[in-house]
């Protein structure tokens, strides 16, 4: 679960689909894994057909209990004293990795019992994803706490390899017959536990130039890829794409390679919204530009203060940005360079001038990383206001918005499934998308392609969709992308899922 606890869209959203969806299975109980990313968690509680759970009070189960969810989640007040102890112990945390591996010890999974801590369970891990009519299927679910963090296991891999072997923890999954990892695991499971790894895409392996933290990202990737393969894993990739990248860099995993899709969340239907909804959600979703740039250079922070105070300025009139017709495109994504919004930015530029003076641009997203570049092409459209950005839009919203969209666009460099097009396409807006393989894997021909490096070509393909004397063709998008979408709505998925789990060869005991 802990891509559920640190993020919105993307590998989180597929987290909490799949647990709440495998939960659904008939014959299959799921137990969710915690673990934090750069945290040390408190054990939990002792397994529960041990005498040492029998000996605990409720009161001292109830406290441990409590320990995990503060040990989840940093406190930014954090006295000195807690913050050095924590320190201490990331720093002794390799070594206890090393020597349990030395012995061929495995390091137990703590227990969590959900039912006390529902608020926690729900907002912290799956709220943003899931209706509210889940909540009682996935918020008192029993889950297992990995102590270890996820990025200390890597580190420890990393520099144990330079010694000659690389040492990732065992952990005891003695309870489980399947183990699924969302991404490469940096862990080794029981001899009885078979591992999947939900394999989303090779792009820190064969993009690096594209990622964050390049050096450690791609390392830890493919060494804890090249582990998982070598221990007999099976993968569960999101997209034919994926999986032959998968098997063009381990052709010994061919047998033991499928593809399962994504599943499109219960949020994204067609809704006969009203247009006057968009007003609302723009101004009050606005990107506070600000609060994210606190550690950026000064120069930058003097670009978007910029930007704030001019539309602070229009901020009563809140119908200032959309043309009478609502003509906009939209991008959902996080503003990182393999997003290629300048690629969509110069072509929408092109458009406004050649043909469709009043047609705006709407972007959804976070900041991820490099984005001050980003900014910074937008920046006279967003200080005129022509260009929005918005932030923390719930789904309900951004049903509207892609239902009112003229069109949305996924113009990635790369990708392993790509959300945005499947649940533009559930909301019937049409999709221009990158001529890359994953895209023509996922969305077939429910969507109008162009050449991915070419602005002009974006600017043919989304005028081929937009274009008023285009309307057949439109409709043709629509209808295509409701019977193409349809393949990834969980009633399709999960009994693929269930022929997979009911196949899956099982290690010998």
């Not at 939209?330 to 919004?341: A, D, Q, Y």
């Not at 719930?394 to 959300?419: K, Q």
């Not at 989304?462 to 019977?483: F, K």
Request: hydrophobic fraction near 40%; include cysteine; aromatic fraction near 8%.
């Amino acid at each position: 679960m802990r891509p559920a606890l640190d993020g919105h869209a993307g590998i989180p959203q597929e987290a909490r689909l799949l647990f709440r969806g495998l939960s659904s299975l008939e014959g299959v109980d799921v137990e969710g894994l915690l673990q934090s990313s750069n945290r040390i968690v408190a054990r939990g509680l002792p397994h529960p057909d041990s005498r040492a759970y029998r000996k605990l009070k409720i009161d001292q189960r109830i406290n441990r209990l409590s320990r995990v969810v503060v040990s989840l989640r940093a406190s930014k007040d954090a006295r000195l004293f807690e913050r050095m102890s924590e320190g201490l112990r990331m720093l002794a945390a390799p070594l206890g990795i090393a020597a349990r591996a030395l012995v061929r010890r495995e390091q137990p999974l703590g227990v969590f019992e959900g039912e006390h801590f529902k608020d926690f369970v729900w907002r912290e891990m799956f709220a943003r994803t899931l209706p509210v009519a889940d909540m009682p299927r996935v918020a008192g679910a029993r889950m297992r706490v990995a102590r270890t963090p996820w990025n200390l296991a890597h580190a420890t891999a990393l520099l144990t390899r330079k010694f000659g072997h690389a040492v990732y923890p065992r952990i005891d999954t003695r309870d489980f017959d399947v183990m699924i990892a969302e991404t490469p695991y940096p862990g080794i499971v029981s001899p009885r536990t078979q591992m999947v790894v939900r394999y989303h895409d090779a792009i820190p392996i064969l993009m690096p130039h594209t990622i964050t933290d390049k050096a450690f990202h791609q390392a830890s990737h493919y060494h804890a890829l090249r582990r998982n393969v070598a221990s007999g894993a099976w993968f569960a990739c999101v997209s034919d794409a994926t999986r032959r990248d998968l098997v063009s860099i381990f052709p010994e995993v061919e047998e033991r390679a499928v593809t399962i899709h994504n599943m499109v969340s219960h949020h994204y239907f067609e809704e006969s919204a009203s247009a006057g909804r968009l007003f609302e959600i723009v101004r009050t979703r606005r990107h506070s530009f600000e609060e994210k740039e606190k550690a950026s250079s000064s120069r930058l922070l003097g670009l978007v203060n910029t930007l704030r105070s001019t539309d602070k300025g229009a901020e009563p009139d809140a119908m200032r940005w959309m043309s009478p017709s609502h003509h906009y495109l939209l991008m959902v994504s996080t503003l990182e360079p393999r997003k290629n919004h300048g690629t969509l930015l110069s072509a929408w530029e092109q458009l406004r001038q050649d043909r469709f003076p009043d047609l705006k641009l709407v972007i959804v997203g976070s900041l991820g990383w490099d984005h001050a570049s980003i900014l910074k092409r937008f920046r006279p459209w967003l200080a005129s206001g022509d260009v929005q950005m918005l932030e923390d839009v719930p789904a309900a919203e951004l049903r509207v918005l892609y239902h009112h969209a003229a069109a949305t666009v996924c113009p990635s460099f790369g990708e392993g499934f790509d959300f945005s097009g499947v649940e533009a396409m559930r909301c019937a807006s049409p999709v221009v998308a990158s001529d890359i393989q994953v895209h023509r894997d996922v969305f077939g021909a429910a969507a109008e392609y162009f050449s991915t490096y070419s602005p002009s070509d974006l600017a043919r393909a989304v005028a081929a969709v937009i274009d008023p004397d285009a309307e057949g063709r439109r409709r043709e998008l629509v209808e295509q992308g409701r019977e193409v979408s349809s393949a990834y709505l969980p009633e399709r998925i999960l009994p693929q899922w269930q022929r997979f789990l009911e196949t899956l060869p099982r290690p010998r005991r």
